[in-house]
């Protein structure tokens, strides 16, 4: 048995107080609305879904929100999920661009998704140079 299996069956968690530590399990809701920034510091936006491929079961992409006033002028990337990087001790997402691409990048709005299969490979971002 498993220790999953074996905790549900108990509903005890047999691995310690902190078994998260390291981090290595997140929950969907508590990455949405996450901050993403870069190793600058710049604040680049939030996470505002998460993709998910059905056939694997991974995460394909996140799709961050940047930008804008009260939904004007909003941009939404779709940026694959080995681009990002987790800052348990800030509690934020890393992503290693700067905010001036981002403003120069033509992401997209919500109303006109892009094709979702283009972005499984990380090679994708790098469209801005």
Known sequence: MTVFENENVTGKNIEGKHTNMPLKFLTASSIIGDKVHNDKGEHLGKI?????????????????????FITIGEKYFAIPFSLLKV??????????????????????????????NFHAEAS??????
């Open 48 to 68: 505002e879904d998460i993709m998910i491929n059905l056939n694997t079961g991974q995460i394909e992409y996140y799709v961050i929100k940047f930008g804008g």
């Open 87 to 116: 800052d348990s001790n800030k509690k934020m997402f890393l992503f290693n661009e700067s905010r001036d691409k981002l403003e120069k990048a033509p992401g997209f709005d919500m109303n006109h998704w892009p094709e979702t």
């Open 124 to 129: 994708y971002w790098r469209f801005v140079e």
